[in-house]
């Protein structure tokens, strides 16, 4: 019987970036191939990575298809894919997609993702889907000005989010989104909060596996930090986890999950984004776990058990390295930082920085958030890319 | 400034096997490019991770060179290249290597090896450079039946080891190895061992990292399990960490060594083998120490400072998981062992089987050896590859 863990065995990413070469890297540690399918036309991270190289439009079924069938199992690292190409992609390799076309389905559109969590018991902040102007004075004067507007399909990283403050310029944030070309398009509250949260679940058919609840820290709408685990009440803590594991099985999924909270002033969790693939806020885990989020990804899609997500040491910090010059990618006053005892750096392998792009990142582990933190941000200070 | 961390920075390996595969990873990890050069016709594990793939002979210089050309720096995994032919490729292409030709040099035959490292006052075990009937005759009656007659060049795991019981058995073996086709034969002495131990040293111009001392147990003369930290006396371990680092030194390395000793009935160690590049005695440390000997093999060639080799927990151990059969690698029954906690597998993408073959392993870290080499011999028994 052909294994998962058979070495003919080819794992195909769709999606080419830093999420599928971390997860690679697990991939080959279990000695099987990967393939990757990428959707721009730049050299892409992971395609230095296999000689299996393809690059298509995500919306080009045929050439999806042709992709799939060069692979036993595909899985992907971004959610910029419509579920019914997938769906379609899957019947017509015969090569099946983990996380499930079915389970992305519930959560590729923001609008969709919000009422299947509620549906479930589970608490988002306040939504509306909007397609009118008294839509859009209606839940202004429910909620409060200002509001969010998000495009339902393809943010990240704050990108297709609009902050309106009142009429004017929710009618325009409305157009700029694609409302009149009849996207749909979301109005989200204001939640004031004290912290943002977030928890990784690895589950399929031999279990789930949660990973310690950690915070983000962001600044201008990018994710900067992590700590690990989040300095709020460990009450709240194991919510943010049960919360988790309940919307991973609202959605079905099996792969690896990453879900991103609100702690509000009043101490209510409420779920803000969710990604069915590895997430930024857990690439701590690669070290500061017995099983990172990438390797639980893997072990996750090809149906294998899964491993504890137990961390190694009692705390853990994650400083993203943002591009710092728009050049070809060098890193330069990295020595402090690797010369620091336990500190983990990770290139990414994008051949061009840009400012503010994500580069790299690199974990600092010790005994208390409190101490690392403060460390991790000096040594991160002279880093140029 | 082009660092050593430039995304266009490509390290070549001379060789592609699984040594080559694991420290690959961690080039990636560091976000530069992989370019492998494999002396073997079929398909090779670091084949499979890269789009630079190259093939031709070791002795191949004019082949060697276009390789070292594509590369900014090369490093090898094997022994089995002459330093002369790399020296040449050096001094044509421009593209530096570490270990460099001169180090290697220094062990590439184990005669000139035993002589250098005694030389520096490192007890290694008894042994002479045969070259008539005489010799063998006078190196038997000297050190006693049965020694080893071994070819000072290209052996490993016992392949080009004979042990020799009479004079004609000698001869016969003398013959064997080519003896009487001009290469020289080594006698070496047998010693009565309580443990065969092992040490990793990385070392470069940022300064000098050595690992801890592990057991290596053998069986059929093929490494089949470490255990770390060796069960022997703590002042046994030190005597043996700096006798690694004094031969690193003696040999000017730069680069991952790794230095195998007989611990003798009578307390004392001799220097056995040496190889200049990771070592199957040091896989544990992926897991078990804070940064693995792959991990500093990359940034001791790259000139990087190196990471801590000190252990995350205080005991590892690591079984080889050996071809069970003839034919595509597959690996089957290893369920018990992924669901074990900590316990981490590893495999090397070959994709032919052969029983006996190394084709991969797995560790296991918890709070001493004895309590877990039982538990891990027993997870390795239901694997089938």
């Known amino acids: 019987m052909k294994t998962p863990l058979h070495s003919s065995f080819v794992l195909g990413y769709l999606g080419a970036g830093q999420l599928a070469r971390m997860s690679a890297v697990q ?35 045929d050439q999806l298809v042709q992709f799939a069938r060069k692979c036993d199992l595909i899985t992907l690292e971004n959610e910029f894919l419509d579920s019914e190409i997938l769906r379609q992609m899957v019947e017509r390799s015969g090569t099946p997609l983990y996380p499930s076309a079915k389970s992305f389905a519930k959560i590729e559109n ?14 988002v902040t306040p939504y509306a889907l909007v397609r009118s102007e008294s839509d859009l ?18 943010g990240y990283d704050g ?7 009142n009429l004017a310029e929710a009618k325009k944030a409305y157009q700029k989104l694609g409302g009149e070309k009849g996207r749909d398009i979301l109005a989200e509250a204001f939640v004031n909060f004290t912290h943002e949260l977030a928890v990784q679940v690895a589950r399929n058919e031999t279990g789930t596996v949660v990973y310690p609840c950690c915070e983000t820290i962001q600044e201008d709408q990018i994710c900067v930090a992590v700590q690990a685990p989040a300095p709020v009440d460990p009450v709240i803590r194991k919510k943010a986890q049960e919360l988790a ?22 101490g209510r969790l409420l779920l803000n984004e969710s990604a069915p693939r590895p997430h930024n806020s857990g690439h701590y885990t690669i070290e500061a776990c017995i099983t990172s989020q990438f390797e639980n990804h893997v072990r996750a899609v090809l149906g294998l058990p899964l491993g504890s997500s137990k961390m190694r040491k009692p705390a853990a910090v994650m400083i993203n ?15 402090a930082m690797m ?13 061009e920085s840009r400012v503010g792009r ?28």
């Open 110 to 123: 923001k609008w969709i993702e919000k009422r299947s969590f509620e549906e479930a018991g589970i608490p």
């Open 27 to 61: 991939a080959f540690r279990f000695g099987i191939q990967v393939a990757v399918c990428s959707n721009r036309k730049e050299q892409e991270p992971v395609g230095l990575m296999t000689p299996h190289s393809f690059q298509c439009s995500f919306e080009d079924l």
């Open 159 to 165: 990108y297709g989010n609009i902050v309106v403050r």
């Open 245 to 266: 594991v309940a919307a991973t099985e609202t959605i079905d999924g099996k792969g690896l999950f990453a879900f991103e909270f609100f702690l509000t002033n009043d």
């Open 339 to 351: 010369q620091q005892k336990d500190s983990h750096l990770h290139i990414y392998g994008k051949l």
């Open 137 to 154: 004075t209606g839940f202004g004067d429910k909620h409060s000005w200002p509001f969010l507007l998000k495009s339902s399909k393809g």
């Open 321 to 335: 390295l943002l591009g710092t010059h728009n050049r070809p990618a060098n890193v330069e006053g990295a020595t």
């Open 358 to 385: 994500k580069m790299g990142h690199y974990t600092l582990l010790g005994e208390s958030v409190d101490e690392l933190y403060p460390k991790a941000k000096k040594l991160a200070q002279p880093i140029q890319i």
